[in-house]
């Protein structure tokens, strides 16, 4: 069974940086869609940024201030945020999906790590 453990995750000022990282157990990169979400009290899990292949894709409220990294040699998935505002806070999940099959039909494998928080506050 295949494990993410994300760290990294703290408290930052407005306009600080934080790197968040993930250290997946087994090789899973080529076979999932890797990407960090995350989920503030009484709000929806979101995503943030994900990343397959060399292609990526972020969310529009980040987008321009974090950047998604992962390093296949080592299992691990980064996330780097910049300017970071108060509303960026929430805790911060890693998580590992694809598209599973039978002869009838399709659905989300999903893997998650257990969080990480991450406050922004002056």
């Known amino acids: 069974q295949v494990q993410l453990v994300e760290s990294g995750g703290g408290s930052v000022q407005p306009g600080g940086s934080l790197r968040l990282s993930c250290l997946a157990s087994?090789?899973?990169?080529?076979?999932?869609?890797m990407g960090w979400y995350r989920q503030s009290p009484g709000k929806e899990r979101e995503l943030v940024a994900e990343?397959?292949?060399?292609?990526?894709n972020y969310a529009a409220r980040v987008k321009g201030r974090f950047t998604i990294s992962r390093d296949s040699d080592k299992n691990t998935l980064d996330l780097q945020m910049n300017s970071l505002k108060p509303e960026d806070t929430a805790v911060y999940y890693c998580?590992?999906?694809?598209?599973?099959?039978?002869?009838?039909?399709?659905?989300?494998?999903?893997?998650w790590g257990q969080g990480t928080q991450v406050t922004v506050s002056s």
């Open positions: 087994g090789d899973i990169f080529d076979a999932y869609l």
């Open positions: 998580g590992a999906r694809k598209v599973v099959s039978s002869a009838s039909a399709s659905w989300w494998s999903e893997i």
């Open positions: 990343i397959i292949s060399d292609s990526t």
